[in-house]
C-alpha cells in the first residue's frame, strides 16, 4: 500500500470500533447515510471517515434524533451521494473474472461527474 492510500476497514472491524451490529452498518449504508467502498469481490471497504460518520450517526440517535433529521443534518453538510446502478454492476462484473469496463469512478459524487468520466473513457477507446 501506498503512503496516499487511506487505511480501509472490514466491515467486522468497523462493528468492533463502533459497536453497531453489522446489520445496523449495511442498513444505514441503503438508507445512503454512507457510502462505502467496494474491493474487486465487492466487499465493503470502510474509511476512518465512514467510522466517524457511523459513530455521529449513533451519538445523535442516542440524542433523540429520528433517521430522517440525521440524514438532512449531514446532507447540509456534505455533498449528495449518487447512487449509480452502472457501477454497483461494474463492481459485479468484477467480482465474476471481467475486466473492469470503467477506471474506477470513485470519488466522483454527482451524476454529472460520472457522465464526463464515462463519455471520456469512451472517446479514449474510439481513438485506439
Do not use: C
Amino acid at each position: 500500500m501506498r503512503d496516499s492510500e487511506p487505511v480501509l476497514f472490514s466491515i467486522g472491524e468497523v462493528r468492533e470500533r463502533t459497536g453497531l451490529t453489522e446489520r445496523r452498518i449495511r442498513y444505514y449504508e441503503t438508507l445512503h447515510l454512507l457510502a462505502p467502498r467496494r474491493s474487486e469481490g465487492n466487499q465493503r471497504l470502510y474509511s476512518q471517515h465512514d467510522i466517524e460518520r457511523l459513530l455521529e450517526i449513533k451519538r445523535l440517535l442516542e440524542s433523540g434524533l429520528s433517521l430522517k433529521a440525521i440524514r438532512e443534518r449531514l446532507d447540509d453538510r456534505t455533498p449528495e451521494v449518487e447512487w449509480d446502478a452502472e457501477a454497483y454492476f461494474e463492481g459485479k462484473r468484477i467480482a465474476h473474472g471481467e475486466a473492469p469496463r470503467h477506471r474506477s469512478l470513485y470519488p466522483l459524487r454527482d451524476r454529472a461527474q460520472i457522465i464526463r468520466r464515462l463519455s471520456r473513457d469512451d472517446e479514449t477507446e474510439e481513438k485506439h
